[in-house]
């Protein structure tokens, strides 16, 4: 299925577009805007990250409704940083967004464990996106944090 070409006058034109397809939602974790008395709202490709990432920080199990919204990337948590993980890393995040993100297609997820990371417990899944109905395409970085257990105090 190929994207649909639309041609926009201008960019607010394709503002417009875009929040027509993907909505405008509360803004988490700054909620409320001081100086208008009102919520901060999220509109476009923002919005589409925010989602991403309640989905892959969410356990599933851990809402009431539904139960079954999140994804199953915890299970990593005290996994070795090899080639195993990736694998696993990389299938329960394309589970989880192809699940619950029907606003977009996953075009590609990596795994970024590079030196210029500083933190060796930290992996990147870099998650390219295109945005259904449109020719956006997009790209969120989801930081991910490992314990490897460690064996006889070392």
Same mark, same amino acid.
């Given at each position: 299925m190929?994207? =649909?070409q639309v041609n926009f006058a201008s960019g607010e034109d394709q503002y417009k577009h875009l929040v027509a397809i993907i909505g405008k939602g509360i803004q988490v974790p700054r909620l409320f805007n001081e100086a208008s008395g009102g919520f901060n709202l999220n509109t $476009?490709? +923002?919005r589409i990250e925010q989602s991403i990432?309640?989905? %892959? +920080?969410? +356990? =599933? $199990?851990e809402r009431v409704f539904p139960p079954d919204f999140g994804s199953n %990337?915890?299970?990593l948590v005290f996994e070795q940083n090899d080639l195993i993980f990736i694998d696993m890393a990389i299938m329960y995040t394309k589970e989880a967004i192809e699940k619950w993100e029907k606003r977009i297609k996953i075009l590609n997820v990596q795994i970024k464990r590079e030196a210029e990371i500083i933190d060796e417990n930290r992996v990147d899944i870099v998650i390219e996106y295109l945005i259904q109905r449109t020719n956006v395409m997009g790209s969120y970085v989801y930081p991910f944090y490992i314990t490897p257990m460690r064996v006889g105090g070392e």
């Open positions: 190929s994207p =649909i $476009g490709k +923002k990432f309640f989905i %892959l +920080k969410t +356990k =599933i $199990g %990337l915890h299970r």
